[in-house]
């Protein structure tokens, strides 16, 4: 199975069209037919992909670009006004973008990080000997199943302050009720809790897999060595799982940038603001709030692209640690 | 590989094993209990300390008010509409060039590859203003299309199939056909497609289920008193400007949520199957 990848793989970059497979065509014509399609049929395979990409993926996050640069109302998006780079000037200055983002990174902390690692506890209870194995998979994945709008109207009650089961639970063990949409930190963790609850099973599934295919020779080999069951964990269980790990993180990060529907919601009939005080908006929500119900189209598209950015120079400053770390081992 | 797998290292879990499992089960489970739970009070009642434990008796009343309150019922056609094509065509186009990818030598292959995968990483928010500007130019908010056609293709899909192809697709089996003078298409039909199957049908789940629970896109597009899909008339419930009857809300909630959660209880297996057989993992 794996030897199959590496050879694909490691091929040169663009290895010359092979000459047309050795059963004789029949005819001249039917030659040259068939080297053309050798030669072409593979972009004829990858043509629909690329061309719908480039028509809903590409061309938009250009034009949003160019739409940054300019002020443009919702009202009229057709007039367009060169400002240059004054809306993300405009953005530096701005008290809400920089909460909104503030927002984003510790929302994505709290949800990201407690997520994978509760996943990475369950793929390990999943994977071994198991009763019902099958029942606990499918059971894990059902959030994922439900969506966000109909996880969040759901927590919101299980949340709320006065008749909420989690304040009411919290009542049971002698704790306060808890103001869990007013506060920021307790906002925050109420939304997170959402986004933990969907996810958690999919990415133990994922890590579930990935131990799967670790080679049982590996801690064989281990335990020969007398490593205890935590050396293990430690030596043989988390390196092989680095790449799956690596890949969780990249689409929960990516996922977190992303958060909108789940703040939106929370706030119930009080709209894109993220709270009463701002407390819980996300870049997501506050570039809705900015193009859909400020009706400023021009700002929208610099915070859709601060948040690429953002992204970019995250995925930079993990490739350099990582680089730097490889150079001091 | 899993028998011998089974047989090696792994040991019976004990119970404690259970005890954790059961607990993530039930905190699982627990919230789309409750769901059911609210929808079976009066508004008045769900929102009385302490909440309901038990269902009650009010859910067909619920049901029928929500159902009419909103029209779920054109909601749950246009999502299963729209989740259907959007998943039909992402399969369709994602295991040609993921075919393409894994088995096909061409110039440039690792560039345009490499290009798919960091489109992955591109926030679907960076092409919301353009295409909100297209759809109101063409006259297409509230129209169905606007949510499926920029859904028609995924960069994950594209990945997805060529991970699978790459290992399932013996290269000899595509060769044997052209020797036998296929045309492309012939091969994807007769080759291809049987081998990718499986990887197929996963793919298949997963992208039903994202189209089906989208929402910042049909958000924007559609409107919860046009023509919605169910997480839209959802979020119209939820944050109406009437005041708001949270039982009906939840009735609307266990609607859209019911019908995933039938396929699941159905092809989970499969799914999860799918999922764990390391399709999924990069």
Sequence with gaps: MASDTTTTTGAPAAPPPPPAPAGAPRSAWRGRRHRWGVRWGPYAHIAPFFVLFAAFGIFPLLYTGWASLHRVELTAPTDMEWVGLRNYARLLDDEFFWNALRNTVTIGLLSTVPQLLMALGIAHLLHGRLRGSTFFRVVALTPYATSVAAATLVFVLLFGRDFGLVNWVLGLLGAGPVDWQNGRWTSQFAVSTIVIWRWTGYNALIYLAALQAIPDELYEAAALDGASRWQQFRHVTVPSLRPTI?????????GATQ??????????????????????????????????????????????????????????????????????? | MKIKQTAGRQHHAGPLTYVLLGLAALVSLFPLYWNLVAASHTGERVVEAP???????????????????????????????????????????????????AKLPFRGRNVLLALVVATMTIPPQLSVIPLYRIITDLGWVDQLQSVVLPSLVAAFGVFFMRQYLLEALPVELVEAARVDGAHSLRVIWHVVFPVARPAMAVLGMLVFVQAWNDFFWPFIALTPDGNPTLQVALAGLGSGNHTINQAIVLTGALISTVPLLLVFALLGKHIVGGITSGAVKS
């Design chain 2, 51 to 101: 909440a309901p434990l038990l269902p009650g008796p009010h859910l067909l009343d619920n049901l029928t008010f929500a159902w009419n309150q909103v029209d779920m019922g054109e909601a749950l056609v246009n999502t299963t509409v729209v989740a259907g094509l959007v998943a039909a065509s992402t399969v369709l186009f994602s295991t040609l060039a993921g075919f393409a990818f």
């Design chain 1, 246 to 254: 690596l890949f969780t993180c990249v689409v929960s990060t990516i």
């Design chain 1, 259 to 329: 958060l909108f529907g789940e703040p939106l919601l929370f706030n119930g009939s009080a709209g894109a603001t993220g709270g009463s005080d701002h407390q819980f908006q996300t870049l997501g929500l506050y570039l809705y709030e900015q193009g859909w119900v400020n009706l400023h189209l021009g700002r929208a598209s610099a915070i859709a692209w601060a948040m690429l950015l953002i992204l970019l120079l995250a995925g930079a400053a993990v490739a350099l640690v990582r680089a730097w770390r490889r150079r001091t081992r």
